[in-house]
C-alpha cells in the first residue's frame, strides 16, 4: 500500500535536512537531489522509518505512484453482506472472550454489554493518549536515529537519554552531532507530539 501524499516526511542528502513537509513535495525534492548525484533518504515523521520511493519517471508519474486510484484490492477481505452490527455507524461485530464474572458485569449494566464496552475502551484510549503520543514519538526518534546517527558519537548515551524522556540530556549528548541531525531527532521526539496532526 502506498503512503498518503500529504503524510508528513523529512528528506536527507546525507546528513543535510533537504526537505520537510507531505510526501509528494519531499518524493520531488529526492528525485531532484538525486538527479544531482546526493543520496537520498526520506523519512515518515509519524514513525521514523525509511520510506521507500520510486523516483524513476517524470515529476506527474512520481506523484501519480504516490496518489494510484482507489480499486478494491483482491487481497482484502469481501465486505461480509448484511449481518450484525450498526453499518451506517462503521460498528463491526467480533468475539469477545471474557470470563463469566466478566458476562454478569456487563449484563447489568444498563446501556448493554456493547454500548458499556465502546465507553470503557473510549475511556482508556483518552487516560493513555499522552504516553502512548510519548511512546510514539520516542520510537520514531529512535528509529530515525537509528538510520542516520547509529555511528555517531555518544549514540548511545543519546537513545539512553531519548528513552528517559531527558530533553536536556538528547540535546547535550547530541551536541557534537551535525546541526540538522541533531535537530531533526530532537524535534521527533519532543516536538512532533505537540503538532496538530495532518488529516
Given amino acids: 500500500m502506498s503512503p498518503s501524499p500529504a503524510k508528513p516526511c523529512t528528506a536527507f542528502a546525507g546528513t543535510r535536512l533537504l526537505r520537510r513537509g507531505p510526501l509528494a513535495d519531499v518524493a520531488l525534492a529526492a528525485k531532484a537531489a538525486t538527479e544531482a548525484g546526493e543520496s537520498v533518504l526520506v523519512f515518515d515523521d509519524a514513525t521514523g522509518r525509511l520510506i521507500d520511493l520510486d523516483l524513476r519517471g517524470s ?45 454478569d458485569w456487563l449484563a447489568a449494566q444498563p446501556s448493554g454489554a456493547s454500548a458499556t464496552l465502546r465507553r470503557l475502551v473510549d475511556e482508556a484510549r483518552r487516560r493513555g493518549a499522552p504516553q502512548q503520543q510519548r511512546r510514539s514519538a520516542q520510537t520514531a526518534a529512535y528509529h530515525f536515529m537509528q538510520a542516520l546517527a547509529g555511528d555517531l558519537p555518544g ?11 531527558d530533553r536536556a540530556g538528547l540535546e547535550q549528548t547530541t551536541a557534537g552531532w551535525p546541526p540538522d541531525v541533531r535537530d531533526h531527532a530532537i524535534h521527533l521526539a519532543f516536538d512532533a507530539v505537540n503538532e496538530p496532526e495532518a488529516d
Fill in 59 to 103: 515529476d506527474p508519474e512520481i506523484l501519480a505512484r504516490l496518489d494510484p486510484p482507489s480499486t478494491p484490492d483482491a487481497t482484502e477481505p469481501k465486505a461480509p453482506g448484511k449481518g450484525r452490527g450498526r453499518p451506517k455507524l462503521g460498528v463491526v461485530a467480533r468475539e469477545v472472550t471474557l470470563l463469566p464474572r466478566h458476562w
Fill in 155 to 165: 549514540y548511545e548515551e543519546a537513545t539512553r537519554a531519548l528513552f528517559a524522556d
